[in-house]
Structure formats: C-alpha cells, structure tokens
C-alpha cells in the first residue's frame, strides 16, 4: 500500500475540531493527564464543542477523576459508563455522530472486539477516528536505531500502520477515508518547548515521519 498524503496536526486540535456540535462517544475518555487539570484533558474540551458526550472508561478511579472535571449534567448531555471498550453491548439503540476511540486500541488484547461495534453505533453519516502510535515514528526509529531501545509503554499490545489498521477496519464494515500524523498535548517545561519549536517545523515537512496516527472512517456500503 502506498502511503495516502498526510499532513501533521495537533492531535487534540483536529478531534475537537471534528467533534464540533456533534454527538460524540468517547472511549478511554479519562486519558493520561487528569493531574494536570481540565485544559489537559481532551475529553473536558470535547464537553465544551460536542452537541453530546458519552465517555467510556473502564478503571473507576480514572472514571471518578474525568467526572468530577467534567461532571453529567441533569440533562444527560455529559453521560458516563464503566465499561471494558471490547464489550458494548449495553450501548445497543443508540448512535453517534462521532465515534472516537483516541491511544486506546493499542491497548487492547482483542481489538476486533471493539471495532464490531463501531458499524451499529455509527449514525447515519456518521464517522469513527482512531488514533494509535504509529509504528514508523522517527523519534522511535531512532532509539531503536541508536540506542536499542524500544520506548514501548507496556500496556501496550500491537503497532498499527495505515495498511494493516485499513485491513482490520475492513473486516469490520469500516472504510478509511483519510489519515494525519500529529503530536499530543504534554505538560510545559523547556524540553517540551524545544522539542516543539523544531520538531512540528520538521514533521510538517515529513508527516510520514510523525509520532501519533489518526485515521478516519466510515461504515461502508453493504452490498
């Protein structure tokens, strides 16, 4: 497969912007950086654009930490589930405009048992993104290069490229209809500064070359 033309992005930037007053299911809602406060959080930012917003995430005290920055609302525009994201079954009826499964399926022991879900949840013109490490990321590259050393989170499970996350969604009702590279959001410190001030300059000239994959999809036509 030949790569598709990629541009960089603030990773945070592109989902809010595609989540804007819309119905959004987020999984893994509760992220990484819940100590930092409500700006570090994507999924109190999506609270403030999305017509709707249901989070899922399955440890209690991540869940507990999300809901008490961004709290449900009497309304139930803000709900919350604890759930594992392989099984979402109790979700049945109901659809979304957005399905947005962000730094989670490499999570995942059986990520096919997620994406079987994504087909039915998917309202009609509905979308799904998935954003995953990406496998060919130069910084990775690099230190497996010159140091022999892979900074694999150890959670982790799978690497997942454009090709084969294609070919998996494929298998699941789910077509790619597009793809970026992009950087997430991390705590200030010079480091931080630095490593932004060259690095996005750089990657927006190698996109290929960038840390996080976001890809887009959309349930595809039954024939």
């Known amino acids: 497969m030949r790569w598709p033309n990629l541009s960089y992005v603030s990773v945070d930037d592109f989902i809010i912007a595609k989540a804007a007053g819309r119905n959004v299911l987020h999984l893994g809602c509760a992220g990484d950086y819940l100590e930092y ?52 079954d109790f979700l049945a009826g109901k659809t979304f405009d957005l399905v947005l499964a962000a730094s989670i399926i490499e999570h995942l022991s059986n990520p096919g048992n997620m994406l079987r879900h994504f087909r039915r949840l998917c309202s009609p013109g509905g979308a799904v993104i998935i954003v995953t490490p990406s496998p060919f990321g130069m910084l ?20 997942f490229s454009p090709a084969v996350l294609s070919e998996l969604c494929r298998r699941y009702g789910l077509e790619a209809t597009g793809w970026r590279t992009g950087y997430g959001w991390r705590p200030d ?21 960038g840390g996080s994959l976001i890809g ?8």
Not at 189 to 209: C, D, N
């Open 37 to 88: 406060g409500r700006d570090a959080v994507l999924h109190c930012r999506l609270g403030e654009v999305a017509k709707s917003l249901t989070g899922i995430e399955m440890q209690l005290a991540s869940l507990e930490g999300v809901r008490s920055l961004l709290p449900e609302d009497a309304g139930g525009r803000i709900l919350y589930y604890q759930a594992n994201v392989e099984d979402l």
């Open 140 to 159: 990775q590259f690099m230190r497996v290069a010159i140091r022999r050393n892979e900074a694999a989170n150890p959670e982790h499970t799978a690497y």
């Open 189 to 209: 410190s010079l480091a931080w500064r630095v490593k932004y001030a060259v690095g996005v300059p750089f990657f927006k000239i190698f996109p290929q070359l």
């Open 216 to 223: 887009m999809f959309q349930p595809s036509v039954q024939r």
